[in-house]
């Protein structure tokens, strides 16, 4: 039982752990000067500059999404 309850724990701090890192880091993909995220789209070229993502519907929806499951697994 003690097993079990330790496998639970590690598999949440592990989600977790993921959680975060999968909100804040930038540059999900990059290719070539172009790097895009949840947040924003960057180029990186001579004039460096970016861009919103677009706004689409289920892209704020996941937006929003990945902001609550940060707060409400910090409580």
């Known amino acids: 039982m003690l097993l079990l309850l330790l ?3 590690v598999l949440h701090v592990t989600v ?9 880091v ?3 993909l990059m290719n070539g000067e172009h790097a ?4 924003q789209n960057c180029t ?10 677009s ?6 929806s996941v937006q929003a999404m990945m ?7 910090v409580l």
């Open 55 to 60: 706004s689409n519907e289920w892209l704020q």
């Open 26 to 28: 930038s540059q999900w």
């Open 16 to 24: 977790l752990v993921l959680l975060f890192v999968s909100t804040i």
């Open 36 to 39: 895009a995220d949840l947040w």
């Open 44 to 53: 990186t070229g001579s004039p460096f500059h970016c861009l919103a993502s």
């Open 67 to 73: 902001i609550l499951s940060v707060i409400f697994s």
């Open 7 to 9: 496998g639970i724990i």
